[in-house]
Every structure is written in C-alpha cells, then in structure tokens.
C-alpha cells in the first residue's frame, strides 16, 4: 500500500494507454463524440502523470505558495 500512495500517478499512465488502445481498437464503431471523450479522459489521465511524476513539480509549488508552513516543501503535502 505503502508504494501505491508514492506512485499512485503511475497507474493513470496505464489507464491512459489502455483507452488510446480502446479508442484505436473500436475507432470506426465509435461516434465522433464518444472518440473526443475517450480521447479526453486519456489526456486527463496523462496529465496526473505530468502534474506529479514527470517533472514532480505541483508538490512543491503546492507547499510552497498555496500552502506555506515551515516545514514547507519537504516534510507535508497537503
């Protein structure tokens, strides 16, 4: 559990890539709206990954600035 809660945003990267393969697979029984919300939730999911593993930026800007405290930004995220 322990390594779920550090690399929870690593699991949106394969939900991501299993609907980019779902929106591949099924493209021509889909709708043009069914494939721009699918398309939509995989980009969703792909940002988690880019707001909290790529570049790990969000935390710290996170404690830092919305949140200061003294212990800010290594010891609490919010």
Request: glycine letters at 6%; hydrophobic letters at 50%; proline letters at 8%.
């Amino acid at each position: 559990m322990k390594t779920l809660r550090r690399h929870w945003y690593h699991v949106s990267d394969g939900i991501a890539l299993a609907l980019f393969a779902s929106l591949a697979l099924f493209w021509k029984e889909l709708s043009v709206l069914q494939r721009l919300s699918l398309a939509n939730l995989g980009v969703i999911f792909l940002h988690f990954f880019e707001e909290f593993g790529f570049p790990g930026g969000f935390p710290t800007l996170a404690n830092a600035v919305l949140y200061p405290s003294p212990d800010a930004p290594v010891n609490c995220y919010p």
